[in-house]
């Protein structure tokens, strides 16, 4: 992130980016990432092994991050290498898991995989639209309902489910093996499910959930964010290794000042994705975080949009090739920033927040 990092952060940053580049070549990343269950147990194992999951996870919870810049540090690497691990589901369960002082050990050591039901088909992000009910069912809950879009949800096998109990929002927890759930892979790699409750059996984790909910969007966003810098990061350097190289009327491309305009442009625009990321880092947790990843999410998903196309624009018909690298980053720039609340749904929510 081009920040001052700590000596462990940047280890933990090497570590990852040479693991990733030794286990997770673009060859092998599109093998597992676009075939189910999309994404490799292997690798999921491995990268637990690291103690990656733990990088996500504060120290009053048993890992040994959990900041806003242990979380840009993991995002970023991933983001490089477009891991399609389901590391986001990790820390959107972690920040729930964290609020509700729930155990994280086998979340930590990788051993069980959650993820989030929070998303529904009418209103992503709005529990005021909420469907999804819980009820009373003497001590314990049943849910009914469907999510969709739950980020690792092929694979989990914990969910926390977002749901209105008495008309409030609340987080339970449920097994998977308790719903219906439909796994499939996104356009961009990696996996997602849609779940229907029908009377399913759950455990109430917390009552009044609107803080830890906007929390855990706050800490999604930022990882969301992050992976977009260290995605657009690769995507600009492919774009100027073309331009050095592709000649057309007997000149390298590249010495066309038109073309080294808009590289250095996106540049500029790329380091500006950086710094809002670095702003949002600095302050999760605080009471700004929410309107900063508003901010954020709403800044990084225009620019992620614009670096891909604009990558695809100048490197011709080979960026829309399978085999050319460009065209895998621009797919999940584009779909970056429609996760966790697209550019409008962001914008909406900043001036929401200052006219409140």
Known sequence: MNFDLTDDRQMLSDSLRRYLADNCGMEHRNKVAYGAPFH??????????LGIPGALVGEDAGGYGGTGFDISVVFEELGRALCPEPFLATLLASRL???????????????????????????????????????????????????????????????????LLDGKPA?????????????????????????????????????????????????????????AVGAMDVAHTL????????????????????????????????EQARSMTIALAACLGEPEAARTSAMAKSLVGRVAR????????????????WEYASSHYAKRLVMLDHQLGDTDACEGEIIRSYAA
């Open 97 to 163: 898991l964290t609020t509700a002082g729930a155990d994280q050990e086998a979340l930590i050591e990788g051993t069980k995989r959650y993820a989030v039901a929070f998303s529904e088909i009418d209103e992503p992000y709005d529990v005021a639209f909420m469907s999804t009910t819980a009820r009373a069912s003497g001590d314990a809950y049943t849910l009914d309902g469907r999510k969709t879009a739950v980020y690792g949800g092929h694979v989990a096998d914990t969910l926390l489910v977002i749901a």
């Open 306 to 321: 614009l670096v891909g196309e604009e990558t695809i624009q100048m490197q011709g018909g080979i960026a829309m090739t």
């Open 40 to 49: 490799d147990q292997k690798a999921w194992t491995e990268l637990a092994a």
């Open 171 to 227: 987080v339970f927890q449920t097994e998977t093996a308790s719903t219906t759930v439909t796994g499939y892979g996104m356009m961009d790699g990696g996996g997602a499910a849609e779940v229907v409750f029908d009377g399913t059996p759950a455990t109430l984790l917390i009552a009044d959930a609107e803080a830890a909910i906007t929390d855990m969007l706050a800490a999604g966003r930022l990882a969301l964010c992050a992976e």
């Open 239 to 270: 774009l100027l290794d073309y331009l050095k190289t592709r000649k057309q009327f007997g000149t390298v491309i590249g010495k066309f000042q038109v073309l080294q305009h808009r590289a250095v442009d996106l540049l500029s625009e790329i």
